[in-house]
């Protein structure tokens, strides 16, 4: 297949990609240490935050995956990003949590709060995780920018996974954060920039009326459907137990200089995620309006296919670039949460001897590159976004009951945990296995847990008050006056 680009879209690639690599290999200049590399030395500040929580947040997949449940199922197809919705608000009272901890890793939090084997296991399992969030991010974009220019996939997904990872292994979560700054005002040109177009195409939102059927204006499926309420309610549900133990939310919620950066940093930028949301949904009715015979299986080629009928030359490109810089600033800042994983939770305590800080930034490093090459691997034999979407949303609540308890509930043991995690997962996939719909294993799986978890806690032995004496004291004081205590003792 030729390329379908012209020579000025030709050169706003260009210039994106050379830009974005320029950028963040300038800014890699001020990463000197392991904290740097991994937390930004958490100095971030409100505008920063707020880029770094869209651009990590948001991923052309999402939008590839909902403009294609959209074409399917009508404005319920919104529900793929929109089960986010409700966890959003959390972030604002979540943030001070993480803040707080001052630890790199959530398996930091869980090596002191369920002991060292529960954290390996965490990390384990957060390396599959962002090897599939890579995956999921680098297929959704390889689908869509090689439909908009007849490019190979997999010539696509080379030139991104390169670029992300040369700034990336340089600059860490620095050079994240800072061509997210730039990556967000194309995040949101990228939701948005097709409708203006697509409804002038249709005759306007009266005509999009006419196109299709009622059902597709309903914000639900209809019974049974894979959007009724009920799936959305187990799908809201699972966010919200599992969101907490996403393994970079360390990062985007506690980098930030002060609480309330990381508050108004962590909830504004998924704030203005959840707007970008509507014009995703948007793209896919009017495609369903335009194109209505795309088959079933083909649906997440609806978004690329709108993009080359409904733009003009120059801005077909620009929506190409748009659509690299969300995988890019995605897969950045996933490859350095999942280098800190690896080196602070597996390979740091394996080391018996002393090591200078450099050690372990280039050990850093390095994994972040191995990280890399596994999601991009996983991209190439991923079948389906949407179906990667639902299956870490299901999975996610088997570790997240625990963190949540663990925070509200000093009582919560480690034997209690490893019961809660391995007795849902159990429930899950036996009630899978039994022909039970995925929201309902859902719910049979986060009750379980929570019921294992307060069972099996207090039944076994309580942690040690040393440790859970640091974890709730640093928790109720606000950082700028543990910050206040530290200046004290050092002086």
Known sequence: MHAKLSLLDWAVVGAYLSGTTALGLYVSKRVRTSEGFF??????????????????????????????????SGLSGIWYQWIWLFTTPFYWLLAPV???????????????RYGRAYSIAYAIFCLYLFALWQGIAIKGTAVTVSAITGIPELLIAITIGLTFTLYGVMGGLVAAAITDFVQGFLIVLLSFLVVPFGVIKVGGMSGLRHALPDHFFSIFSQSGGELSPFNVAMLVISGLAGIVVQPHMMA??????????????????????????????????????????IPFHDREKVFGLAVTTLLPSGLIGLMAASLMATVMSTCSAFMVDGSALFTENLYRPMIKMQRDDSHFLKVARISSVCIAVLGFVMGLTMSSVISATVQFISILPFIGITFWIGIIWPRATRAGAWASTIGSAVVFYATKWAGFSNSWSSLCSIAAGLILIMLVSLLTPGEPEDKLGRIYRDLRLPIDEQDRQLLVKEN
Request: glycine share 14%; net charge positive.
């Open 252 to 293: 985007v919620g506690a980098s930030g200089k002060t609480e309330m950066n990381c508050r108004i940093g962590w909830t504004y930028g998924n704030f203005i995620k959840r707007i970008c949301t509507v014009g995703w949904t948007l793209t896919g009715l009017l495609a369903a309006a335009l194109f209505p015979s």
């Open 39 to 72: 937390m930004g030395n958490r100095a971030f500040g409100k505008a920063i935050m707020i880029a770094q929580n869209l651009g990590t947040g948001t991923h052309s997949d999402q939008a590839v995956g909902v403009a294609g449940a959209a074409y399917t």
């Open 98 to 112: 993480f803040r707080r901890l001052r630890m790199v890793t959530i398996a930091d939090f869980f090596e002191a």
